[in-house]
């Protein structure tokens, strides 16, 4: 093995050239005074324009683009937000922090999001709306979703933070909802290194979380430091946002690179017994993160894989563990699905540049441990 012990290969980490260099020595140069703004303003119409949306509001996380979106939906104490039971902390935090409560329901198998039929019996007088988190790049069943959210009167708001590059049915992943957020952490398809953004095509709900992105200070007031409300200060900085018009222009071939090492993981494990990020008819999946499940009747060790990862100095995530287990929750344990994946699956290395001999460096090893199970 120690021949094979070349360079790490990360998980994820990203692609970063000499544009993004550019544009952010540029933003440190020349990007104060009046042009403080000129970087922020050109990410947002940027993606919005990719998005296909109204608005956009470029954030210090995706995390404070779900808060604000929340709050400017006027969501609060008593009000219940219906999510997937496993997820990221970053999408129920806002919920709590908002003094709201996250009502967490179990997933379905294929896609790892929400089950519609749990979305629906959870709802109570109490709910106001469906968080809609794309797992992974996996896409939700917006159709679905749509028409419970209709039918309750709840808003439908989509955590796309992991989903640049989906589209359901040929509309973009986070241009569905009554909002959408989306992160630039440094592991996603597209970067500013932290970072997120708000997006919606509902104007009066734009210029609410407008005023409350800018410490409550309301577009067009005249008065200097006159904030009309409590704010927030979750604002994206000008060099953050330099970095992301590079990351936008080259979009495309960031998404592209995704799907490359997708197919190429797909492919080879087609054999094996697991599952991987499902793209249904009419769906795009953006495969921000390629994962693998491995079927329940196989006897599977993930911290064994992991271990052996380790030692060929290969990065490898575990699932998300569902939020109802960690203790800060009601615990769920009829929840099958999301407590099953939870065991059984993990992330593989998915950065941009990966080359066809990594990958088969990171596949021999998968292969080696589940070909057995065939």
């Known amino acids: 093995m120690n021949d094979l012990r070349k360079s790490r290969i990360y998980y994820t980490k990203p692609s970063i050239t000499e544009l993004e260099s550019r544009y952010a020595a540029d933003a440190a140069t020349n990007g104060w005074g009046e042009r403080c703004y000129e970087y922020i303003e050109r990410f947002e119409d940027l993606f919005r324009q990719h998005l296909g949306?109204?608005?956009?509001?470029?954030?210090?996380?995706?995390t404070g683009a779900l808060h604000m979106g929340m709050a400017g939906l006027g969501i609060g104490a008593g009000d219940e937000i219906i999510l997937g039971d496993i997820n990221w902390i970053a999408s129920a935090a806002p919920i709590a922090h908002l003094g709201a409560k996250p009502v967490l329901v179990d997933v379905?198998?294929?896609?790892?999001?929400?089950?519609?039929?749990?979305?629906?019996?959870?709802?109570?007088?109490?709910?106001?709306?469906?968080?809609?988190?794309?797992?992974?790049?996996?896409?939700?069943?917006?159709?679905?979703?749509?028409?419970?959210?209709?039918?309750?009167?709840?808003y439908l708001i989509e955590?796309?933070?992991?989903?640049?590059?989906?589209?359901?049915?040929?509309?973009?992943?986070?241009?569905?909802?009554?909002?959408?957020?989306?992160?630039?952490?440094?592991?996603?398809?597209?970067?500013t290194g932290e970072g997120g953004i708000f997006v919606t095509n509902d104007d009066s709900l734009y210029e609410r979380v407008l005023t409350l992105s800018n410490h409550g200070r309301a577009r067009g007031d005249k008065r200097q430091f006159w904030?009309?409300?409590?704010?927030?200060?979750?604002?994206?900085s000008n060099l953050q946002a330099a970095i992301g018009c590079a990351q936008m222009e080259r979009i495309e071939d960031l998404i592209a690179a995704k799907r490359r090492i997708f197919e190429y993981y797909r492919d080879t494990f087609a054999n094996l017994p697991l599952s991987m990020n499902p793209e249904p008819l009419g769906t795009v999946n953006g495969y921000w993160m390629p994962t693998i499940a491995v079927d329940e009747r196989v006897t599977f060790d993930r911290s064994a894989l992991l271990d052996i990862f380790k030692a060929d100095n290969i990065d490898g995530r575990v699932f998300f563990w569902p939020l109802s287990s960690l203790g800060l929750f009601d615990a769920q344990p009829s929840h099958h699905v999301s407590y099953s994946?939870?065991?059984?699956?993990?992330?593989?290395?998915?950065?941009?540049?990966?080359?066809?001999?990594?990958?088969?460096?990171?596949?021999a090893h998968v292969t080696h441990v589940l070909g057995a199970a065939r």
């Open 159 to 191: 955590d796309a933070a992991e989903a640049i590059g989906s589209v359901w049915h040929g509309q973009r992943a986070g241009s569905m909802g009554t909002f959408s957020a989306f992160s630039f952490h440094g592991t996603k398809t597209v970067t």
């Open 53 to 62: 949306v109204r608005h956009a509001i470029a954030t210090s996380s995706g």
């Open 108 to 154: 379905l198998p294929d896609t790892w999001c929400l089950d519609p039929a749990s979305v629906e019996a959870a709802i109570t007088p109490q709910t106001k709306a469906i968080l809609a988190v794309h797992l992974y790049g996996n896409l939700c069943d917006m159709d679905s979703l749509a028409t419970i959210a209709r039918k309750h009167n709840l």
């Open 227 to 236: 904030p009309e409300r409590i704010g927030f200060k979750f604002k994206m």
């Open 341 to 363: 994946l939870s065991r059984r699956a993990l992330n593989l290395p998915s950065y941009h540049d990966l080359s066809d001999a990594d990958l088969a460096r990171v596949c």
